[in-house]
């Protein structure tokens, strides 16, 4: 929609073809319905957050920067604000508005939307000459635009038709994998707590070799295959697939207390429910879905008297509730993941225009490219801004 709307701006006759009967499906999902569409973040530590290939990314947002969304979707009547972390939502916390916004404006600049699926580029020579899509149609055209986005989530339309369009025109497609994506875990016991969202953890990752992969504090959720959330996607994009399962997380489940603080917290609860057993004297400390894990994780009987825990039973629990540990096992499916890492290999596309090295007149935009990016607005941007350069310079 960026690229085909700056491409009408600059006087060219574009068509959109989309093969939803409505466009930005995904996009109306994006941020929990409420659409993360950049983030505020200075544009050096934006590309911080693009684990793969961020250098190509230099151009485009410099070029058309978070600032630069931020006013386009001002000046097309949508109020912004910032959240916590520098995610940018509508006022609205309505994806539906920027989507709105975005196709009042292609009307306006003349861009022709038809419905349909485009199943090859048509080329002469070294130049692309339009598409042919599959109920028979044939696009003629000095460029074409390839924005058919990843393979995740493909109820949205992005099924990743256009590996297979470009692959068949010599572009390398380095293989889809899925990144933001919830993970399966090996320990049973985290089946129990299906459904219990955790808020104000602190979940760090470690490898095989025990080192810190990453760390951060916020919201995770537990369900019936292993954990998800917020964290945990972002936890995702710091894992190699091929060796998953020799990583673990380890939950802090009191991040804002020290060990010391946490263990005379811990105390003081014992010492007001002396007389109950351990099971029962743990309602003021954790959510109760959690106390039979923890309970039977920590080796004390559940049946124990308080009275009869020792200090180093209680250190040893105050221990586990800052050290939750969970052994992974495997990424869900690509069609869970939020995005899909890998694409057509950046070394064949210029990164200052969006251009095709190998086809004169092809161009890409989005997430069919090689580059991904954390939570937090950066894969919106890189929409955004690799849309503005193809469109500008098609
Ligand atoms: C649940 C969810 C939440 C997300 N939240 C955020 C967020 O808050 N912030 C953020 O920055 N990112 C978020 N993302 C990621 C973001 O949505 C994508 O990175 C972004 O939409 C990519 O844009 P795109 O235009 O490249 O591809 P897409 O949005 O996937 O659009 C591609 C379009 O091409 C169409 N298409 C595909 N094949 C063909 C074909 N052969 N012919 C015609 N049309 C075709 C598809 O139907 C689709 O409409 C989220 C993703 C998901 C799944």
Avoid at 143 to 148: E, G, K, Y
Wanted: glycine share 8%.
């Amino acid at each position: 929609m960026m690229a085909a709307g700056m491409a009408a701006a600059r006087g060219c006759q574009v068509t959109l073809i989309e093969r939803n009967a409505r466009l930005g499906k995904k996009l109306v999902i994006t941020g929990k319905g409420r659409c993360n569409l950049t983030n505020n973040a200075e544009i050096e530590d934006m590309l911080l957050n693009v684990p793969t290939n961020h250098t190509f990314l230099y151009s485009a947002f410099y070029t058309f920067s978070n600032a630069d969304v931020m006013s386009f979707f001002e000046n097309l009547g949508v109020p912004l604000k910032v959240e916590r972390g520098g995610r940018v939502f509508p006022v609205s916390d309505k994806a539906s508005d920027i989507l709105a916004a975005l196709q009042k404006w292609l009307r306006a600049s003349g861009v022709q939307i038809v419905c349909g699926r485009v199943k090859q580029i048509s080329t002469d020579g070294d130049k692309v000459t339009g598409v042919f899509t599959y109920d028979g149609q044939k696009y003629v055209a000095d460029s074409v635009i390839v924005a058919t986005g990843g393979k995740s989530y493909p109820m949205t339309g992005s099924t990743g038709d256009g590996y297979r369009l470009v692959k068949t025109l010599g572009h390398t497609i380095i293989s889809p994998k899925p990144a933001l994506v919830p993970i399966e875990t090996q320990d049973e016991w985290v089946k129990d707590l299906q459904g219990l969202s955790l808020k104000n953890v602190t979940v760090t990752l470690l490898d095989q070799n025990n080192k810190k992969a990453y760390s951060d504090f916020g919201e995770m959720l537990f369900t019936h295959f292993g954990v998800s959330g917020p964290l945990i996607l972002s936890t995702s994009s710091h894992i190699s697939s091929e060796n998953i399962a020799n990583y673990r997380i380890v939950i802090d489940l009191k991040p804002a207390l020290t060990f010391e603080q946490l263990d005379a917290r811990v105390q003081r609860d014992f010492d007001e429910n002396s007389r109950k057993n351990f099971n029962n004297g743990l309602n003021m400390l954790l959510p109760q879905k959690i106390i039979p894990v923890v309970v039977q994780l920590s080796g004390i009987s559940p049946y124990k008297p308080i009275h009869q825990i020792t200090k180093g039973e209680r250190q040893a629990f105050v221990h586990l509730l800052k050290n939750l540990t969970i052994q992974l096992k495997a990424f869900r499916p690509i069609d869970e993941a939020i995005v899909t890492k890998g694409g057509v290999h950046v070394a064949q596309v210029n990164p200052s225009t969006m251009a095709s090295k190998i086809w004169q007149g092809l161009f890409f935009a989005g997430e069919i490219l090689d580059v991904d990016a954390y939570t937090g607005g950066f894969n919106l941007q890189i929409a955004f801004s690799t849309g503005v350069l193809a469109g500008n310079n098609c």
